[in-house]
């Protein structure tokens, strides 16, 4: 069929596999038979060799969750987004889309940081099904043993999720929740730039465009569009009752004079048709 091939070309096509030629020489025979033996050995060492690891162990892939709302994964992530202060971005993302559903910057990993990204949510999306965080940042419905404010920020707002219906998953292991993850490492080199480019460098700026122009510019071009899937959201509450329970619950105890105080401002109670009310010394509110 005029193909032409070269000596080489065959010779190390059928060295490969091989087949040696029937006169071949002593010396070649015996290196080609160590090589062989060699390539067995070894081929049967790793073949008898356990390289599996125990489930705790390993990080397989996860497929997506089919629906939208189904997970969303929340985390902090802090670091010097617009100036050489430190700050923590509130982030959460739907596991099924990829779309960033809330995101907010505060000075610290705080509760009113993952208020607003909570209220971002309820309000544009909905009630979602379930959110999945670490230990760190724990959201379970179960008083710290310091009663102080700052040390049951989280605690509270998983009390939030509890009145609301979402169910809260955590775990200790990062790569539990890679896609939030990725996501905070693929913000700390876009969003910082773009922060940059337009000089924006105190917190209220970075949050209004964070919120208006960044998040929805990146839900375009890097996740699926929501109203392609099937959604478990469930219809967002109102104004009132979502005001209601996104609160900061602080213990207090009324004074001698009926009166309560919070942040250094003193504060007295009144019904519903402004009469005043009085309550007994200490009485816990």
């Known amino acids: 069929e005029n193909i032409v091939v070269s000596y080489s070309f065959i010779y190390k096509l059928l060295m490969k596999h091989n087949i040696s030629s029937p006169k071949i ?4 025979k015996k290196r080609l038979n160590t090589i062989s033996k060699e390539s067995t050995d ?22 997506r969750k089919k629906y939208f709302g189904e997970q969303i994964q929340m985390d902090a992530s802090i670091h010097k987004w617009f100036s050489n202060e430190r700050y923590a971005l509130h982030l959460a993302i739907d596991n099924c889309t990829g779309m960033i559903v ?3 910057f505060q000075k610290e990993e705080t509760l009113r940081g993952y208020y607003h990204v909570f209220k971002q949510i309820l309000n544009k999306y909905g009630v979602p099904y379930c959110f999945f965080t670490d230990n ?3 959201f379970n419905y179960n008083r710290s043993k310091d009663k102080s404010e700052p040390n049951d920020v989280l605690t509270q707002l998983g009390y939030a999720c509890k009145i609301l219906g979402t169910s809260i998953e955590t775990s200790s292991v990062s790569q539990a929740k890679g896609m939030i993850e990725r996501t905070n490492g693929t913000f700390q080199s876009r969003l910082v730039s773009k922060l940059k480019l337009y000089n924006i460098n105190n917190m209220e700026q ?5 919120i208006n122009k960044f998040i929805p ?18 219809e ?13 619950l602080s213990a207090r105890k009324f004074d001698n004079g ?3 105080k919070y942040l250094k401002e003193y504060y007295r109670a009144f019904d519903k048709d402004g009469y005043l009310k009085c309550f007994k010394t200490k009485q816990n509110v």
Request: glycine letters at 2%.
């Open 25 to 28: 020489h002593r010396i070649t």
């Open 42 to 63: 070894i081929l049967e060492a790793v073949n008898d060799t356990d390289h599996t690891v125990p489930i705790k162990d390993a990080h397989p892939r996860k497929e």
């Open 102 to 104: 809330g995101g907010y």
């Open 136 to 138: 760190r940042t724990i």
């Open 206 to 210: 970075a949050n209004a465009y964070l």
């Open 217 to 234: 510019d990146f839900n375009k071009r890097f996740a699926i569009d929501y109203r392609s899937v099937n959604s478990v959201f469930e």
């Open 236 to 248: 967002s509450p109102s104004d009132e009752k979502i005001n209601y329970t996104l609160v900061v």
């Open 258 to 260: 009926s009166s309560i």
